[in-house]
């Protein structure tokens, strides 16, 4: 073999550097100018990471490395994460996705997309109906001061429910009903529901919606009886057994017992087997004077209008 010129052998060795090496280049040369990654510690700058995540390799991942999930299919109810939920009725989700209901004292619920009171805590008690202060009174319910709102409208019980003054106004439906009064030479003076009953047999109506009473009991009222006497004539009384004196026929309505929401005094007055009962100071007092009356007493408490 010829021997290459001294200058021929280290351009043979520089175009080798130049271009990498060769394929039999894992070890060293032992040439100025090469380099051993074995040697040297450095890490290799081809091939696969352990624990490396290939966003190439196919589907989305989340930053844990867990493929993220498509939403859910919810039909009629809305998507909150990867549950199907009712913004109007879900105490976790009320209204809106991640609004949860807090009441204090209190179960919460959601109702109407508004968070609302399930349950009071033991031992505590919600006076107002609002959420916003949970169950606020600790105690019983009937410590509860009743407290009213603008706006709100008035109910039948002899509150006032809208702040203006005034309760149970405005004609509420199904809470009062009227009274008639009529008189007969026969039987006295008679009360009833019945327009058409003050006006039966030898009845004259004297007043026609005469006064006012309440159709259903609620706290601060109370029956007042129609009493069928033995004479055929009737009275009326806050007892159940008709002071013994016959047979219930049945409730005229309820009555108030404090002069609550423009109630007025209900009179009783007593006079030869007649029982007379009349809502004015003067007839009363003209009862007595000129027809020989005995007033009894004051059954309770009635209202000029429904």
Known sequence: MTALPTHGLLLVLLASACAGGGADDESSTGLPGSTDATSTGAAPTTGTSTGTTDTNSGGSSSSSGAPELPPPECGALSVCGQLCVDLAVDPGNCGQCGVSCVIPHASPA??????????????WTDCDGD???GCELQGPGDACVPMCKPGQPEACNL???NCDGQCDEGGVPGCRQPVHRASSPTLGHFYTLDANEAMSGDFTPEFLNYFHMHVAAAP??????????????????TSDTCEGAGPVE?????LGTQAVCGAVPLYRLYGK???????SDAERDNAVAMYG????????FVWPAP
């Open 293 to 300: 009356y005995l007033f009894e007493s004051q059954v309770g």
């Open 273 to 279: 087997g007649d029982h007379f009962y009349t809502t």
């Open 220 to 237: 601060g009222l109370v029956p007042l009886y129609r009493c069928l006497k033995g004479d055929g004539r009737r009275f009326y009384t």
């Open 110 to 123: 959601c109702s109407g997309n508004a968070c609302a009171i399930a349950s009071c805590e033991p031992g």
């Open 159 to 161: 509150l006032d429910d």
């Open 250 to 254: 049945g409730i005229l309505g309820y």
């Open 131 to 133: 959420p916003q202060n």
